[in-house]
């Protein structure tokens, strides 16, 4: 059984915008897969799609072979998916363990547990000296390895990523690719990354390109 499976997926706006049309692909567990394409080719409305906040027009998405709309809200997007975005999203005002943290509370009851958790996240990415420090003062670099922490501390099936590296240096880009090859390896985690990073292409296993909505290399 795939862990996801994009069957005929269409995504049209007001009738006569067309985000995406035809979409078709499967994604196994461990898989590293590169979604390219330029901007306005479909990527982020199709992670949207994958990941719950939107619903196509047209076809079905799958994980573990059962429909996404028949998954629980909090089971789907704790356990099942995790999303890493490019802009972080974290709370300014909360330090990096309690920001990790907070993606915990759906799930975990045990604070103890989830600031364990958290903080062996951080030791993993080298932010151990900075759990108690705001986000606010987080370097870029800092801040990403932060929100990949928070993307995967429930231990999703699969990791959606929006262009992951687009507001990094190139010593933080580097930083990252790592985590997501040590994870793909250590953990069997299966990454579906939109990007226009050659550098993140270059780790996948393969590459799924999208032009105009439609898949046009696979």
Request: aromatic share 6%; glycine share 8%; proline share 3%.
């Amino acid at each position: 059984m795939s862990l996801l499976s994009v069957k005929s997926v269409s995504r049209i706006y007001q009738g006569v915008i067309v985000a995406l049309n035809d979409v078709s692909f499967i994604l196994e567990k461990g898989d590293t897969v590169a979604l390219l394409g330029s901007s306005g080719s479909g990527k982020s409305t199709l992670l949207s799609l994958i990941a719950g906040y939107d619903s196509p027009t047209n076809g079905s998405i799958h994980v573990q072979g059962r429909d996404l709309n028949s998954w629980p809200k909090v089971e789907l997007l704790t356990r099942k998916i995790g999303f890493l975005f490019q802009q972080f999203h974290l709370i300014e005002h909360l330090t990096a363990v309690q920001n990790i943290e907070l993606a915990m509370f759906p799930v975990c009851n045990d604070r103890i547990e989830r600031y364990s958790t958290s903080m062996k996240l951080l030791e993993r990415v080298g932010l151990s000296q900075r759990a108690n420090s705001r986000a606010i003062n987080l370097s870029g670099g800092e801040r990403q390895r932060v929100a990949f922490c928070r993307s995967i501390v429930n231990q999703p099936e699969l990791l959606l990523a929006d262009e992951p590296t687009g507001n990094l240096d190139t010593t933080s880009r580097q930083a990252l690719l790592e985590l997501i090859q040590e994870h793909n390896v250590s953990c069997g985690g299966t990454f579906l990354i939109a990007t226009h990073d050659p550098d993140v292409a270059r780790i996948c296993d393969r590459i799924i390109t999208l032009e105009d909505g439609e898949v046009v290399v696979e």
